[in-house]
């Protein structure tokens, strides 16, 4: 008796050695995606802020019609912590709407026919159901330390489904949990928690501090996933998902504030105490990804969360612990 045929893989939806745009790149994300869309055989284009301001509709649209890539990652966005959220709301919103117009239109009209956007577990209810399907969307009210930003990003998700069903565009969304990794912003107002939480103990550490107090009360519980393993899903999902819906991107597990603290004082060595400053925002009291979809199509995170931070804490004293990317705070100051 002959054993049945293995059933084929399914087609890929991104041709081998395809050209891919990445904005953003010099982000914690975009930098992930590069070094893996590089090594897998695709050729990465990319421009530096400096060279064409995503605001720019115009600008960019000229540039997507010139490079004419098969395809487009938008990794490129105003992003920030609960602080830098709470102060900047106009950027926060006007900004990341500007981007989307330009980049998402931009393509359409340039006829390029693959883009991933990527918006945030933020866009779902303060309070929804945990944990968080991608049909909670749009069901409740949001957080209000990030409602400006979220709004941004449906308003993404709901262009990305213009396209796909006005003009048939294999156009997707990925909603990532909270981030972190090598490339991260640093500057403790504008970061998020655990690039933070690794600047405060390190600097505690080593100016011989005994207290450290952090935001809020500690109880909020957030998931956190390594950039390379985001990386991974992007690509995964640039290859095999082609649906209406945006897919959550995350670990399924997750830790309250307190105890991602004491695994960060493990990581950098602090051995002192550990206080709580509860007139800083708590923010979402719990925001868990429900991500079966994404484990359908064959994704398992490969980076264990203490892992991950040292290797974290390890690349950025490697880069003489600052914020790297723009120094003397400029980045710090475009994101604020
Ligand atoms: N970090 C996180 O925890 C999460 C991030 N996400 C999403 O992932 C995506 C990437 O985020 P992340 O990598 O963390 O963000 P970063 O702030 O690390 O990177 C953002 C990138 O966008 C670029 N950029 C911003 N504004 C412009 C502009 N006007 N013109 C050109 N380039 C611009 C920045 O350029 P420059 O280097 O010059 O500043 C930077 O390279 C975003 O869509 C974000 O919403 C989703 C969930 C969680
Ligand atoms: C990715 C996500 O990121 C943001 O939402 P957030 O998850 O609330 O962001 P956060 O990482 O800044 O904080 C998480 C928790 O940690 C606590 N906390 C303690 N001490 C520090 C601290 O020192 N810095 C920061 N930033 N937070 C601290 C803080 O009080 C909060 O309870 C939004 O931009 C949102 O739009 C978004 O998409």
Not at 12 to 19: I, K, N, W, Y
């Amino acid at each position: 008796m002959t054993s049945p045929a293995p059933s084929p893989a399914p087609p890929l939806l991104l041709p081998p050695a395809a050209r891919i745009f990445v904005a953003g790149h010099r982000g914690l994300v975009g930098s992930a995606l590069t070094r893996l869309l590089t090594a897998e055989g695709y050729e990465v284009l990319t421009r530096t802020r400096d060279e064409l301001d995503l605001r720019d509709a115009g600008r960019t649209g000229a540039f997507l019609r010139e490079a004419r890539p098969d395809a487009v990652v938008l990794a490129a966005a105003r992003v920030g912590g609960i602080m830098a959220n709470s102060r900047h709301p106009v950027p926060f919103l006007e900004d990341n709407l500007r981007i989307q117009l330009s980049v998402i239109a931009g393509a359409h009209a340039a006829d390029i026919d693959r883009l991933l956007f990527l918006g945030s577990s933020c866009i779902y209810p303060k309070h929804a159901t945990q944990p968080i399907t991608e049909d909670a969307l749009l069901t409740g009210a949001l957080e209000p330390t990030n409602e400006p930003y979220a709004l941004a990003k449906i308003a993404g998700i709901t262009q990305v489904r213009g396209y796909r069903r006005q003009f048939g565009r294999a156009y997707i969304s990925a909603m990532p949990t909270n981030l972190y990794g090598p490339g991260d912003n640093f500057d403790p107002e504008t970061s998020h928690v655990l690039p933070a939480l690794i600047r405060r103990f390190h600097e505690a550490r080593t100016s011989g501090r005994r207290e450290v107090v952090l935001w809020g009360s500690g109880t909020p519980r957030r998931e956190f996933l390594h950039s390379d393993d985001l990386a991974r899903a992007c690509l995964l999902l640039l290859r095999r998902y082609d649906g209406d819906s945006p897919v959550n991107v995350g670990c399924g597990e997750d830790l309250s504030i307190a105890e991602l603290a004491s695994l960060v004082a493990d990581a950098t060595g602090f051995t002192g105490g550990i206080g709580w400053d509860t007139g800083k925002p708590d923010g979402t009291p719990r925001k868990l990804l429900e991500v079966s979809r994404l484990r359908a199509l064959g994704f398992t995170p490969a980076v264990p969360l203490a892992d991950g931070i040292r290797d974290t804490y390890r690349w950025w004293r490697a880069q003489g612990g600052q914020d790297q990317r723009a120094p003397g705070g400029e980045r710090a100051a475009r994101i604020a």
